[in-house]
C-alpha cells in the first residue's frame, strides 16, 4: 500500500471530488467507509445522492470545529488534509470492512485522530474505487488546538507496512524521501500534449545532471548550462557576488500568464541543490595530465571503477555513497563519449541509476576523486576509435551496478536496489553492442592450435572455478588473442593472467572471458604492469618450460579446419 498526502483549504472542493464522477468517469460508487464518529453522512448511499445537500451537510461536519476556530483567530491557513491509499495492483480486494479499518489506524497514527482521543480531529474516508479510499479530515481537534501531524508521511507508511503484513498483502518497495519529485499528472499530461516523452522537470533534471558531471566548478557548471540549447538560467547572488542559488526553465515551458517555469535545483533533485553541487565538485581531482609515461584518462577511469565493488564491501558507508554517486556522474557522462547508436541506451541507464544515487547516508565526495577528475580528463580528450576503452569501462560498470544492488540491498534501500538493478539490464544490452566489434576484432587474429591448448591448459591451472566458463564462452577466442598479444611484446601470460583472476572476483560476470580481456588489455597498455619479463629471467628449467612467450600468428587454413573439427 501506498499512502499521498497533501493540504489544502477547501473542504467542500475535497468532497466534491471524492463523491464526484472523477476526471475520466473512473469513480463509481463513492461512499463513506468511515468516519470519526460512524455516524457521518454518507452523500453517495443517500436517496438523493446526486443533490448538493448531502455534501454540504458532511462537509458542514467536518468543519465545525474549524468555524469555532475560526471565530477564535485560531485556525489554520491549510485546514484539509488529504491522504490517499493506495492497494498494490498484485492485492486481492480489500472489503469495506478492511478499508474502513486501514483508514483508521492510519489517522490514528499520524496524529489527525489517535486512539482513545476524544478531541482527535474529524475525518472521514470514502471509497470510490475496488482500489483505494481517501481520508478528508480537518486539522482543528476538539480542543480547538491544531492537530500535530509532524513526519505524517513517515507514520503512515510504518503503519502500511504492518498492515501489509497482517492483511497477506504485497510488500510494496519503499524510498526514503531521497528520491526526485515525481512529475505531478498536469505535467505529464502537458509533456504528452507537447509531444514529449518526458516532463519539462524530467529534462532539465537529465540537463543538469549531464552539466555538473563535466563542470568542475559551479561557475562552469552554470557556464554549460547557460550554452545548452533551449535552457534558460537564472541565477541569484549574495551582495559579495557569491553564487547563493540557480534556477532553470525550458523555453517554451510558461504558465498560463506566458511566464516561463523556473524549478530550482533542489526541485528537480536533492543533491542538484548549489549547495551539494559545491561540495560534489570540491571533491574533484585536478584533472590527470597524459603524456608519456602515465595511463590515459580511459585507463583511470577504469581502474578507479574496478575498484568500487571492493569498496562498497568494506564498512566506511559514507565512502561508498561517495563512490556510488561518482560512479553516477560517469554515467551521465557516457553518453557525451559514446558513438551515437548507444547515446540513447546510455542515457537510459544514467536516468535509472540517478536513484541509486542517493540514500540517507551523507557521503563524503572526496572519497571519489580519482573517478571524477578521470571522468573530467577524459571529456577533453579525443576518444579512442576502436571502441575498446568503452567497452572496458562498461564492463566495469556492470560489476558496479550489482555491487550497488547488494550494497543497497543490505541496507534496506529498496527502491535504489531496485533501479540499480534496472542500471545493469541495461548496461548489459549497451556492453553487448560496445564489446561486439573490438572483441570480434581479436577474435580474428585467434591463435594457431598449439598456442590455444596451451593457454587452454593455463586457464585450467590458473582460475579452475571458472576455467569451464571460460572455455565455453563466445569471447574465448578474443582472451586467447590478447595473451598472445601480451606474450608477443615480452609478457608472463600465467603471470598476467593471474593478475587479472586476483582484480576482481569473476564471479558477477556474465562472460568472465570477455572480463579477463578487458584486463589483461589494459594491463599490458599500463606502463607500471608487473607482469612484464623475459625469457632470459634466471628462473628454474621447470618455470622456463611453462613461461616461455608464446608467438601469436594468424591459423592456417588447416590449423582453422582442425578447431572447427
Same mark, same amino acid.
Given at each position: 500500500m501506498i499512502a499521498k498526502i497533501s493540504s489544502g483549504k477547501d473542504t467542500a472542493g475535497l468532497i466534491r471530488y471524492l463523491y464526484g464522477p472523477g476526471r475520466a468517469n473512473e469513480h463509481t460508487d463513492p461512499h463513506l467507509v468511515?468516519?470519526?464518529?460512524?455516524?457521518?453522512?454518507?452523500?453517495?448511499?443517500t436517496a438523493t445522492a446526486t443533490a448538493t445537500a448531502p455534501r454540504k451537510l458532511l462537509v458542514a461536519d467536518l468543519d465545525l470545529h474549524l468555524k469555532q476556530a475560526r471565530r477564535l483567530g485560531r485556525a489554520p491557513k491549510q485546514h484539509v488534509w488529504h491522504c490517499s491509499i493506495r492497494a498494490a495492483p498484485e492485492d486481492r480486494l480489500l472489503t469495506d470492512a478492511e478499508w474502513a479499518n486501514v483508514g483508521r489506524r492510519v489517522v490514528a497514527a499520524t496524529g489527525i485522530?489517535?486512539?482513545?482521543?476524544?478531541?482527535?480531529?474529524?475525518?472521514a474516508a470514502v471509497r470510490h474505487a475496488d482500489d483505494h479510499i481517501h481520508i478528508a479530515a480537518t486539522k482543528v481537534r476538539g480542543d480547538l488546538r491544531t492537530a500535530r501531524h509532524w513526519n505524517d508521511y513517515l507514520t503512515a507508511d510504518e503503519e502500511l507496512v504492518a498492515i501489509e503484513k497482517?492483511?497477506?498483502?504485497?510488500?510494496?518497495?519503499?524510498?526514503?524521501?531521497?528520491?526526485?519529485?515525481?512529475?505531478?499528472?498536469?505535467?505529464?499530461?502537458?509533456?504528452?500534449?507537447?509531444?514529449?516523452?518526458?516532463?519539462?522537470?524530467?529534462?532539465?533534471?537529465?540537463?543538469?545532471?549531464?552539466?555538473?558531471?563535466?563542470?568542475t566548478s559551479p561557475e562552469e557548471f552554470l557556464t554549460i548550462l547557460t550554452a545548452t540549447d533551449n535552457v534558460l538560467v537564472e541565477?541569484?547572488?549574495?551582495?559579495?557576488?557569491?553564487?547563493?542559488?540557480?534556477?532553470?526553465?525550458?523555453?517554451?515551458?510558461?504558465?498560463?500568464?506566458g511566464e516561463p517555469i523556473w524549478y530550482s535545483g533542489s526541485k528537480l533533485a536533492p543533491d542538484l541543490s548549489l549547495p551539494k553541487i559545491k561540495q560534489r565538485l570540491e571533491g574533484t581531482a585536478p584533472q590527470p595530465r597524459t603524456g608519456r609515461g602515465?595511463?590515459?584518462?580511459?585507463?583511470?577511469?577504469? @581502474? !578507479? $571503477?574496478?575498484?568500487?565493488?571492493?569498496? #562498497?564491501?568494506?564498512?566506511?558507508?559514507? =565512502? +561508498?555513497? &561517495?563512490? *556510488? /554517486? %561518482?560512479?553516477?556522474?560517469?554515467?551521465?557522462?557516457?553518453?557525451?563519449?559514446?558513438?551515437?547508436?548507444?547515446?540513447?541506451?546510455?542515457?537510459?541507464a544514467a536516468s535509472a541509476f540517478e536513484r541509486a544515487t542517493r540514500s540517507r547516508i551523507q557521503a563524503e565526495h572526496h572519497h571519489a576523486r580519482a573517478l571524477r577528475g578521470a571522468v573530467r580528463a577524459m571529456l577533453r580528450e579525443p576518444t579512442p576509435k576502436d571502441g575498446a576503452a568503452l567497452a572496458?569501462?562498461?564492463?566495469?560498470?556492470?560489476?558496479?551496478?550489482?555491487?550497488?544492488?547488494?550494497?543497497?540491498?543490505?541496507?534496506?534501500?529498496?527502491?535504489?536496489? @531496485? !533501479? $540499480?538493478?534496472?542500471?545493469?539490464?541495461? #548496461?548489459?544490452?549497451?556492453?553487448?553492442? =560496445? +564489446?561486439? &566489434?573490438? *572483441? /570480434? %576484432?581479436?577474435?580474428?587474429?585467434?591463435?594457431?592450435?598449439?598456442?590455444?591448448?596451451r593457454f587452454t591448459a593455463l586457464v585450467r591451472e590458473t582460475v579452475p572455478a571458472h576455467a569451464q566458463q571460460i572455455l565455453d564462452d563466445r569471447?574465448?577466442?578474443?582472451?586467447?588473442?590478447?595473451?598472445?598479444?601480451?606474450?608477443?611484446?615480452?609478457?608472463?601470460?600465467?603471470?598476467?593472467?593471474?593478475?587479472?583472476?586476483d582484480q576482481r572476483t569473476l564471479s558477477d560476470a556474465r562472460s568472465p572471458a570477455s572480463t579477463l580481456t578487458w584486463r589483461i588489455h589494459r594491463l599490458t597498455q599500463h606502463p607500471g604492469t608487473t607482469a612484464r619479463t623475459h625469457a632470459t629471467t634466471d628462473t628454474r628449467p621447470s618455470d622456463r618450460a611453462r613461461t616461455r612467450p608464446f608467438t601469436a600468428h594468424r591459423p592456417t587454413t588447416s590449423e582453422a579446419q582442425r578447431r572447427r573439427r
Open positions: 468511515a468516519s470519526w464518529d460512524g455516524f457521518a453522512p454518507d452523500p453517495g448511499r485522530a489517535p486512539d482513545g482521543d476524544p478531541d482527535g480531529c474529524r475525518w497482517e492483511y497477506g498483502l504485497q510488500q510494496v518497495r519503499r524510498g526514503d524521501r531521497t528520491a526526485a519529485k515525481r512529475p505531478t499528472r498536469a505535467e505529464q499530461e502537458k509533456a504528452r500534449r507537447g509531444g514529449h516523452a518526458t516532463t519539462a522537470r524530467e529534462r532539465l533534471r537529465a540537463t543538469a545532471r549531464t552539466a555538473v558531471s563535466v563542470a541565477t541569484q547572488r549574495f551582495p559579495s557576488g557569491d553564487l547563493r542559488g540557480y534556477k532553470l526553465a525550458l523555453k517554451g515551458d510558461t504558465n498560463a500568464a602515465r595511463p590515459s584518462p580511459w585507463h583511470q577511469a577504469i @581502474t !578507479a $571503477a574496478e575498484r568500487i565493488p571492493q569498496l #562498497l564491501d568494506q564498512a566506511d558507508a559514507e =565512502a +561508498a555513497q &561517495a563512490h *556510488l /554517486a %561518482a560512479f553516477g556522474e560517469t554515467l551521465d557522462a557516457l553518453p557525451l563519449l559514446a558513438p551515437q547508436n548507444l547515446r540513447p541506451q546510455l542515457r537510459q572496458m569501462l562498461l564492463d566495469a560498470a556492470l560489476l558496479v551496478a550489482l555491487a550497488a544492488t547488494r550494497w543497497h540491498q543490505l541496507r534496506h534501500h529498496d527502491q535504489q536496489a @531496485t !533501479a $540499480a538493478r534496472q542500471t545493469h539490464l541495461r #548496461l548489459q544490452t549497451v556492453y553487448d553492442q =560496445a +564489446a561486439a &566489434a573490438p *572483441l /570480434a %576484432a581479436l577474435a580474428h587474429r585467434t591463435p594457431a592450435v598449439p598456442t590455444i591448448e569471447a574465448w577466442d578474443a582472451l586467447a588473442t590478447a595473451l598472445a598479444d601480451a606474450a608477443a611484446t615480452g609478457h608472463q601470460p600465467a603471470t598476467l593472467l593471474q593478475q587479472a583472476a
